[in-house]
C-alpha cells in the first residue's frame, strides 16, 4: 500500500531527490537539444521557415544532419515526458533506496547514449537500440503526413501546405517547450523559491510562448520576433531547472 505523506513528499526522501535531480538535468539535457537542433540549421543553412531563410540569406532546405538531430529531439520527448511520469508514480510507491536511484541513474545515462550515439557521434546499431531499450518502450512516434483516407474524404489530393506546415511547426514548439516548463516550474516549486519571483517568472513564461505562438503561426512577423519569445522561455526554463538541480544536490 502507497504511503501517502510528508516523509515522502519531502528533500529528505533520498528516493525523491534522487528523481528531481535526474528530472532537472534531463529537462536540461532536452533544452541543449533545442540549442544543438539550432546550431546544426545556422552550420548547414537549413532553414524551413522563410523568414530564418531570408535573415541568413538561404533557400529553405531539407538537411540530413540537421533532420537527425531533430529525430533525436523526438525521441527525447517520446520517452523523457514519460519518465518524468512514471518515475513520480514509481517514487510514491517507497520503492527500495538503492534500487529507485539505480534506475534513475542508468535511465539518465541510458538517455545520455542515446543521443550520442545517434545525433553527435552517429554510430551504427545496435547502438542506438540498445541505449534506447533501457528506457521504456517507445509506445508512439510522432509523425507527420498526410492521410489519403483524408484527402479522399474532402475530395482533394494528399499534399503538404506552406501554411499547414507552419501552424504544426508551432505546434511541435510547444510541444517540445511547455511539458519541460511543467516539470522545470513544479521542481523549482518545491524549492521554495520567493513568492514575487516565482509568479513573476510563471506569467512572463506564459506570455512569452502566447507571443510567440501569434508570431510564428497566427501573424508570421520577420525574425527576431520568434527567435526573442522563444529565448524568454527557453531562459525562464533554464533558470528554474538549474535553480533546481542545485539545490535538490
Not at 501517502?4 to 528531481?20: A, D, H, T
Not at 517568472?201 to 520576433?225: K, W
Request: net charge positive.
Amino acid at each position: 500500500m502507497v504511503q501517502w505523506g510528508y516523509s515522502i513528499l519531502s528533500k529528505q526522501n533520498e528516493v525523491l531527490r534522487s528523481f528531481l535531480i535526474c528530472s532537472s538535468f534531463l529537462v536540461l539535457k532536452m533544452m541543449f537539444m533545442s540549442i544543438f537542433t539550432g546550431t546544426k540549421r545556422w552550420i548547414y543553412k537549413a532553414f524551413v521557415n522563410p523568414e530564418d531563410a531570408i535573415r541568413f540569406r538561404a533557400e529553405p532546405k531539407y538537411e540530413e544532419n540537421v533532420e537527425r538531430v531533430r529525430r533525436a529531439h523526438l525521441n527525447d520527448i517520446e520517452n523523457i515526458s514519460l519518465f518524468f511520469i512514471i518515475g513520480l508514480l514509481y517514487t510514491l510507491t517507497n520503492p527500495a533506496t538503492v534500487l529507485a536511484e539505480s534506475l534513475f541513474l542508468i535511465y539518465t545515462i541510458a538517455r545520455i547514449v542515446h543521443t550520442v550515439v545517434y545525433a553527435v557521434w552517429p554510430l551504427p546499431q545496435p547502438a542506438r537500440g540498445l541505449s534506447w531499450s533501457v528506457g521504456y518502450l517507445i509506445t508512439g512516434f510522432m509523425a507527420a503526413f498526410s492521410n489519403p483516407e483524408d484527402a479522399k474524404q474532402f475530395q482533394a489530393k494528399p499534399k503538404i501546405d506552406d501554411n499547414v506546415e507552419r501552424v504544426r511547426r508551432a505546434h511541435l514548439n510547444d510541444v517540445e517547450n511547455i511539458p519541460l516548463f511543467f516539470v522545470a516550474g513544479l521542481l523549482y516549486t518545491l524549492t521554495n523559491p520567493a513568492a514575487i519571483l516565482a509568479k513573476s517568472l510563471f506569467l512572463a513564461y506564459t506570455v512569452a510562448r502566447v507571443m510567440h505562438t501569434f508570431v510564428y503561426a497566427v501573424c508570421p512577423l520577420p525574425q527576431p520576433a520568434r527567435g526573442l519569445s522563444w529565448f524568454v522561455g527557453y531562459l525562464i526554463t533554464g533558470f528554474m531547472a538549474v535553480r533546481s538541480f542545485i539545490y535538490f544536490m
